[in-house]
């Protein structure tokens, strides 16, 4: 695998589930960020890890919690969500010299969530 | 927070033609980006370009960070080319980190 990977790319899941949602990067990079994409908004941030650490979380509700165990794994678990919360959650990363500063960032192919 | 605007929001073209889109920024940026997302959502890295010209095969941009804009110039169209063309700018978040910022994107549909 090359570059930055997603899994699952579909999801449907209920509003009581629990799922989570599971981003790889091979490119090592050292920080990587969570992406919402839905039908009437742009593209906006919700989490980023630096160099492992949660450095901004961008008034996400509680129902996602992301967690960064290694500097190439990313995981966004879901639980009790809204029917509109359905959108494309793209994963990305990028190298940075430090927790606050960005350079070039790679996207994986996204996770297409639908929730009934 | 910055403010990014793009424009033509949709393009229609003929295979062949020449096309440029425009993308504006409120403030100074130390960093921007173009994407290209396919049907299937994958957003593909075009360009990393907080200032000057660059150019890649059919494609080249340019940032005028003076003047807070950018441009993507897509020449000899083909079918393949069509989607939705991101540009987007970093700007600080609360947490001192930097995030991208994206536009809503022009919708380039290229016809045989």
């Known amino acids: 695998e090359t570059g930055v990977t997603q899994t699952p790319r579909h999801l449907v899941m209920g509003m009581t589930n629990k799922k989570s949602l599971k981003c790889e990067q091979h490119?090592?990079?050292?920080?990587m960020y969570w992406y919402k994409q839905s039908a009437k908004k742009p593209l906006e941030l919700m989490f980023v890890y630096s160099l492992e650490e949660r450095v901004e979380n961008n008034s996400v509700p509680s129902r996602f919690s992301p967690e960064c165990p290694n500097s190439s794994h990313l995981f966004l678990h879901l639980h009790t969500l809204q029917p509109e919360d359905s959108a494309l959650y793209l994963c990305?990363?990028?190298?940075?010299?430090?927790?606050?500063?960005?350079?070039?960032?790679?996207f994986g192919p996204g996770t297409r969530l639908t929730v009934l | 927070g910055i403010q990014v605007e793009q424009s033509p929001p949709d393009l229609i073209l003929q295979e062949g033609a020449n096309s440029t889109l425009r993308c504006n920024f409120s403030?100074?940026?130390?960093?921007l980006q173009w994407f290209h997302q396919n049907p299937w959502g994958q957003l593909i890295n075009l360009f990393y370009?907080?200032?000057g010209t660059k150019q890649n095969g059919r494609l080249s941009a340019t940032t005028v960070a003076t003047e807070r804009y950018s441009l993507l110039y897509i020449s000899s169209s083909q079918t393949t080319d069509s989607g939705v063309y991101f540009c987007?700018?970093?700007?600080?978040?609360?947490?001192?980190?930097?995030?991208?910022?994206f536009g809503k994107g022009t919708k380039l549909t290229v016809n045989p």
């Open positions: 403030d100074s940026v130390n960093n």
């Open positions: 990305a990363s990028s190298q940075v010299p430090s927790s606050f500063s960005y350079n070039e960032q790679f």
């Open positions: 370009i907080p200032s």
């Open positions: 987007a700018v970093g700007d600080l978040t609360q947490g001192g980190s930097e995030k991208l910022v």
């Open positions: 490119l090592g990079h050292n920080a």
